[in-house]
């Protein structure tokens, strides 16, 4: 079997793992033959190809990114993208293809599935916002690296009595802040779904001062909002898949 992988959206930690594992199993397990899609989508839309034998994988465990690229691009804002895709699909003998992404990266798979292309869906985000997991790879990395951030905060804070904030990513879901703030001990902790009144929060801050405890830290999704707000937005640049950049809320 002619299998293709590709990656696309953000990188995160596991990516080359996964593109390893899907090469090992496939060529050693089953005999398959194992062909890279760079750049995500994009690469299907451009037929550029990377060939994955178990010596194209060898060593990349310990590298970040991934190693076929990727891209935002969305088949289906380019005009006969989708039957462009399944054009380059048959002329490269490609019996399935495996898609490394989050929801943008999955979305497409699925509709995709719909002109007859046979997907498999791996879910990769350090959001944790993919609907049938309980945790996206990435997820825990991200999470990880927030709380040692929180850790290295926290006697700086409490040395100078400051109140410091801790911005993290996972645009519209606050699974990282939770996680992390609840682990690094944060005071407040402010997510997406729930919009916050600042006003409370000051105020739990003066009762902390009340007490002594005249340092706080705050962890804070990039999604998160005052109530009655919206998300403060870095740009007003809209990618192919209707994403906005988020940031400075924190």
Not at 65 to 83: A, D, M, Q, V, Y
Not at 102 to 119: E, F, I, R
Request: glycine share 14%.
């Amino acid at each position: 079997m002619r299998v293709g992988v590709l990656s696309g959206g953000g990188d995160a930690p596991g990516i080359n793992a996964v593109i390893k594992a899907i090469v090992r199993r496939g060529i050693q397990t089953y005999g398959d033959e194992i062909v890279g899609i760079r750049d995500c989508w994009r690469g299907l839309l451009e037929a550029n190809y990377l060939p994955l034998d178990l010596n194209a994988v060898a060593g990349i465990l310990p590298r970040g990114g991934s190693i076929l690229g990727t891209s935002r691009t969305n088949p289906f804002k380019r005009e006969k993208g989708p039957e462009q895709i399944m054009e380059n699909v048959r002329k490269a003998g490609l019996e399935a293809v495996i898609a490394i992404g989050g929801d943008d990266t999955l979305s497409v798979a699925h509709k995709m599935a719909d002109y007859g292309l046979k997907c498999v869906g791996v879910p990769k985000t350090i959001d944790n916002d993919l609907a049938g997991t309980d945790y996206t790879f990435g997820f825990n990395t991200a999470v990880s690296v927030a709380t040692e951030a929180l850790d290295r905060l926290h006697s700086t804070a409490e040395a100078h009595n400051r109140v410091i904030v801790l911005e993290v990513m996972g645009r519209y879901t606050g699974h990282i802040a939770l996680h992390a703030g609840l682990a690094g001990g944060a005071d407040v902790i402010l997510i997406p779904e729930k919009p916050f009144d600042i006003e409370e929060v000051c105020e739990h801050i003066r009762s902390r001062q009340r007490r002594g405890r005249n340092f706080s830290l705050i962890v804070v999704a990039e999604g998160a909002k005052p109530k009655g707000g919206k998300e403060i937005v870095y740009s007003e640049r809209i990618d192919e898949f209707g994403h906005i950049s988020l940031g400075g809320v924190g």
